[in-house]
């Protein structure tokens, strides 16, 4: 057990990125991101996101200049949910 707390220490996860919900980050994600643009800015070649703390960093960015007021929590689990279906970091 403590190699295991210890790799995920390591590997920069914490408990807040484990308890992720990614179904909560999917209907979040519909219900407000969808509104400026669609799932291909996520895969274009052009990526200006290259990291998982630069994916949180812009869905705050986002979620503060379209005036959503998401918990951390949910800002987490969009941004799970974006990782988990494009970026994958």
Wanted: aromatic share 10%; glycine share 6%.
């Amino acid at each position: 057990m403590r190699n295991i707390i210890l790799f995920l220490v390591a590997t920069g996860f914490t408990a807040s990125a484990i308890a992720v919900d990614i179904k909560n980050g999917d209907t979040l994600h519909a219900d407000n991101c969808t509104r400026c643009h669609d799932t291909s800015v996520y895969t274009r070649a052009n990526k200006r996101v290259k990291t998982l703390p630069k994916l949180g960093t812009q869905v705050r960015m986002c979620k503060d200049n379209l005036g959503i007021t998401w918990f951390d929590d949910e800002v987490e689990d969009v941004t799970g949910f974006l990782n988990t279906n494009y970026y994958h970091f």
